[in-house]
């Protein structure tokens, strides 16, 4: 009998009688977004996708005998005044800075390399060319085929003999 009493004390106090000892402040009017867009004559798509603007004013057909340099620098100039900070990486004007990047190194430590990166020709490999045949084994009383393959660069331990002394 005394737990329930305690119980129902315990729940009473938890329904949301709640003293309040000061009046809530008033809450501030919300400010809206104002976003600075300056003007521009470039389409929404191109702000959308500066890439395919960049492609489509610098298509041969477009451009005429503009040089193609010279047109990239004009549409990336638009662009970056357009777009401001939010241009990326790729489209930035040459007179731009390039942000710092820290990159992998070989020794497995990571370099800061400020500036545009540099290009590293990947490794050569060529493959190697092997001359696979088939022969035939006997295995008790049937036949099965297995694939001999050499590399050419090894010799082949095949039968050989010496005609005059030369092999």
């Known amino acids: 009998m005394l737990t329930a009493l305690a119980l129902s004390l315990v729940l009473q106090q938890a329904a949301g009688s709640a003293v309040v000892w000061a009046t809530p ?3 501030p009017e919300p400010v809206e977004a104002v976003e600075v867009v300056a003007e521009t004559t470039l389409p929404d798509w191109a702000v959308a996708d500066p890439f395919g603007w960049e492609r489509s004013q610098c298509n041969p057909m477009i451009r005429g005998e503009t040089p193609l340099e010279t047109c990239q620098a004009r549409v990336r100039s638009e662009l970056f005044a357009a777009l401001g900070d939010r241009l990326p ?3 930035r ?3 731009e800075p390039v942000p710092c990047l820290a990159t ?3 020794d497995g430590g990571y370099a ?3 500036g545009a990166p540099e290009r ?3 490794a050569v490999v060529t493959p190697r060319i092997q001359d696979c045949r088939s022969r035939p084994t006997r ?3 049937s036949v099965s085929f297995t694939t001999d393959c050499r590399t050419d660069d090894q010799r082949s331990e095949g039968l050989s003999f010496r005609l005059f002394g030369k092999d």
């Open 25 to 27: 402040a008033p809450e």
């Open 112 to 114: 800061v390399q400020c």
């Open 139 to 141: 295995h008790g009383g």
């Open 89 to 91: 990486a790729g489209l």
């Open 93 to 95: 004007p040459p007179g």
């Open 120 to 122: 590293q020709a990947a």
């Open 104 to 106: 992998p190194g070989e």
